[in-house]
């Protein structure tokens, strides 16, 4: 079974909150990590916002 936008969306929002997942749900938990895993390779890149074009 695939996550509905609406699901992902209040996982994504979990995830970048600083929420824990209150779900047992292996699929929503698979999510929940590569979304976490994300933001940490973005920190430490150094990508965070919008580059300055001036």
Given at each position: ?54
């Amino acid at each position: 079974m695939t996550l509905s936008p609406h699901r992902k969306h209040k996982i994504y929002v979990a995830a970048t909150m600083g929420y824990a997942l209150g779900s047992e749900d292996p699929e929503e938990i698979a999510y929940f990590k590569q979304i976490k895993e994300e933001m940490k390779q973005d920190r430490e890149k150094g990508n965070l916002g919008i580059s300055r074009s001036d």
